[in-house]
């Protein structure tokens, strides 16, 4: 079971440095702060886990690759003793890398290349082609046409 929780935190350690660089880290630090914090652990994880990832956002394309092992590396052995001290079957080290590999999926996703076309007439307005469109606002101006000179 042991080798099987080292997979599982060497997994968890490499979802977690590569979503550092991407829109999902903030999600995906609170849940890896939650967990590396249920046991009371030090509240600075939070602080800490943000520091690891503006020190690899600065890295150089020479240093990062170092650092992201550094990190990873770091990061499973602090995942592997938490789950040994657990209950040792893994269960909630499972539970969050099922939730990184989730907040990764997006990620990967969106490097399709899309087409859009419109076709039809004349458009008087915005269009807005998408698969998934969460959050949108638009103003639109009121203002009368015909009254203009």
Not at 45 to 72: C, G, H, M, P
Not at 106 to 123: E, F, L
Request: proline residues 2%.
């Amino acid at each position: 079971m042991d080798s099987e929780l080292a997979v599982l935190a060497a997994s968890g350690a490499t979802t977690l440095v590569s979503l550092m660089v991407t829109d999902s880290w903030t999600h995906a630090r609170d849940l890896v702060g939650r967990y590396l914090t249920r046991t009371g652990a030090d509240p600075a994880t939070f602080d800490d886990l943000q520091d690891t990832r503006t020190r690899l956002l600065a890295a150089d394309s020479t240093e990062r690759e170092r650092t992201a092992r550094e990190v990873s590396r770091r990061y499973g052995d602090r995942l592997r003793r938490l789950a040994n001290a657990d209950d040792g079957s893994g269960e909630a080290l499972r539970a969050l890398l099922t939730s990184l590999l989730q907040l990764s999926a997006p990620a990967a996703d969106s490097r399709r290349t899309v087409d859009n076309r419109i076709s039809g007439g004349v458009q008087h307005g915005p269009v807005v082609q998408s698969g998934t469109v969460t959050g949108l606002t638009l103003h639109v101006d009121h203002v009368d046409r015909t009254d203009r000179q």
